[in-house]
């Protein structure tokens, strides 16, 4: 498998699992702003949407987005324990804070990260943000992970997108608990092989 990546973007996420699941695979680094990949090669014709991540499989298939991705990864080492069964209360609730992640946490960020928005929107972003980061916090009292005391592929996606506050502005410290929650994924070896293969550890 290749994974088609852009530093610290949404597709550390997948990155964190594939390594978390013991997947082989092949990194290759993508421009975002060139819309290109390492050597000059057009992105647009890997994926016609333009963004990361995508995740070409052995058989040349690819699969973009990264809550299918992740799940895909998961489901192809089961024994890892990245997600649970298919078909399951607890699938669904993993999609559910996928789904989460995804609109009301990722998407949010968006105009914070582009320089023609507003400053009058970028407030009004970053005040959503700490609410719904604030519900995040409650959510995770007495849990180790957001499923519980097992790490899965939401987590690999939350941690990503939470380390996106400290570009943003947004002070993390109010909540202490997300702050030891982000302590405790950092420390995990595939996260830090991860980071450090993005050129991400300090």
Request: net charge neutral; hydrophobic share 40%.
């Amino acid at each position: 498998m290749k994974l088609y990546f852009s530093p610290g973007a949404c597709s550390l996420s997948p990155h964190i699992v594939l390594r978390e699941a013991g997947l082989p695979f092949e990194l290759e680094r993508v421009s975002m702003s060139k819309k290109q990949v390492t050597g000059g090669a057009d992105y647009w014709a890997v994926n016609a949407k333009g963004m990361v991540p995508t995740l070409q499989l052995d058989d040349g298939e690819r699969l973009t987005e990264g809550p299918a991705i992740v799940q895909y990864l998961a489901d192809q080492r089961p024994e890892a324990g990245l997600a649970p069964a298919a078909g399951t209360m607890e699938r669904y609730r993993l999609q559910e804070w996928l789904n989460f992640i995804s609109s009301e946490l990722h998407k949010q960020f968006s105009p914070l990260f582009n320089a023609k928005s507003p400053e009058e929107t970028k407030t009004m972003q970053r005040e959503t943000l700490v609410k719904r980061i604030g519900f995040v916090d409650r959510s995770l009292e007495g849990k180790s992970f957001l499923m519980g005391e097992r790490f899965t592929v939401a987590d690999a996606y939350l941690f990503t997108v939470l380390s996106w506050c400290r570009l943003v502005g947004i002070d993390l410290s109010a909540w202490p608990g997300i702050g030891q929650y982000l302590e405790r994924v950092g420390a995990r070896p595939a996260v830090q092989a991860a980071l450090e293969a993005e050129g991400l550890r300090k």
